[in-house]
């Protein structure tokens, strides 16, 4: 008996000590230890007056990362140096290009002009930095899926009279402003100095020494709503105010076209009873018959191309019915702006899986129209046109 109660409670410790598994910090669950190594990955580039036109962060001569520093795992091996991460279907039509980047953030770990590299710019390089700081080209960098932002220089405009043109400067320090939530990132600021800029207006070689400071700061903002911030960056009151203006102003344009249009018609409808009911009116006049009156042949005739109007129909479906979902989506909080590409795959998905009511939707309108033998055809080219 005794034997018995010790295999029990052998066996019991056994199932505790195996379940029981040591906390282990990652990226998966946001959470992290005093030190832990959090990647700051590196996007894209672009200038600020046009969002769509972007390139990749390392297209322009900024510090190569040393593979011999840094690990990251699950990536890709594209260049030597740059290693770019693997990316969802969401992210790629996105414009998004995360790569690694020599930027050593680790959790809670304040650093002060911390030395990043130092390069030594060529006379095209020079220019091509030039050229992005005249353009107001930004930077998009990503550390546990938060954005952030910041320019690569600054253009001065000439104080003198005399001189020969504005002069360009490139940022060589960022600081880093993190706000922390006991072991959770909750905020990320990037900024540029502007006492440590280098003229770069001339094109001669240039030897740069590029710096960053990370400053950590306790927030008592709650994990699940840091998001919120980037949400509502676009819902200042200003904004409400021009949009309820462009409502109202089109509103009442709507309310003059309609009351204008019933007045002309109430017109000619009371002109064309009055004529109907005349009983002196001519034969000739009896028979002719007025244009309103034909508008029910021209709304009930058969269509010509059949099969291609039910499929029209059906996309236009499809397409309503995909853009309704996604503003239920976003009006639940699922969709937000900078979820890394999170709204494309989701109308991608969408559409894909509404291509089925598509289908069901050509086929009906083809089956009312001519029949249900001619019903596959339309149900085969609206699926077509949900693939184009």
Not at 315 to 329: K, P
Request: net charge negative.
């Amino acid at each position: 008996m005794a034997e018995k109660v010790q295999k029990g409670v052998f066996i019991i410790v056994l199932a505790l000590v195996i379940s029981v598994r040591p906390v282990v910090t990652s990226s998966a669950d946001h959470r992290y230890s005093v030190g832990d190594n959090v990647p700051l990955y590196a996007n894209k580039v672009g200038p600020l007056n046009n969002p769509s036109e972007t390139y990749e962060y390392f297209d322009f001569p900024f510090c190569l990362p040393d593979l011999g520093l840094f690990t990251y795992p699950l990536f890709v091996y594209v260049k030597d140096q740059v290693i770019r991460k693997k990316e969802s279907l969401g992210e790629v039509l996105n414009g998004d290009r995360f790569t690694n980047s020599m930027y050593e953030l680790k959790f809670r770990e304040d650093k002060t002009n911390e030395d990043l590299c130092k390069k030594t710019l060529t006379r095209e390089e020079v220019a091509k930095f030039r050229d992005s700081v005249r353009n107001e080209f930004y930077f998009q960098m990503y550390y546990d899926n938060l954005p952030l932002w910041g320019f690569i220089g600054k253009v001065e405009d000439p104080w003198i009279l005399n001189a020969t043109g504005p002069r360009y400067y490139l940022f060589k320090h960022v600081n880093f402003d993190i706000l922390f939530n006991k072991d959770r990132v909750i905020e990320i600021y990037a900024f540029n100095d502007p006492n440590h800029a280098v003229d770069i207006s001339e094109d001669n070689e240039t030897n740069i020494q590029f710096t960053y400071s990370v400053f950590w700061k306790a927030t008592s903002a709650e994990f699940e709503k840091r998001m919120q911030r980037y949400s509502k960056s676009s819902l200042l009151p200003k904004h409400f105010q021009i949009h309820w203006f462009s409502i109202i102003n089109s509103i009442a344009i709507i309310v003059l076209l309609v009351g204008l249009f019933s007045t002309l018609f109430l017109r000619t409808l009371k002109n064309d009873l009055k004529k109907c009911s005349n009983e002196d009116e001519d034969e000739d006049t009896e028979k002719e018959e007025l244009s309103w009156k034909n508008l029910h042949g021209d709304v009930f005739r058969f269509p010509p191309h059949t099969s291609l109007f039910c499929a029209i129909l059906a996309t236009g479906t499809q397409i309503l019915t995909m853009i309704s979902f996604v503003f239920v989506l976003s009006f639940l909080g699922v969709l937000y702006p900078f979820n890394r590409g999170a709204l494309y795959t989701f109308i991608v998905a969408i559409y894909a899986a509404t291509s089925v009511l598509a289908g069901y939707n050509a086929a009906s309108f083809r089956a009312k129209l001519a029949g249900p033998r001619q019903a596959v055809v339309c149900e085969a080219i609206s699926y077509v046109f949900a693939i184009v």
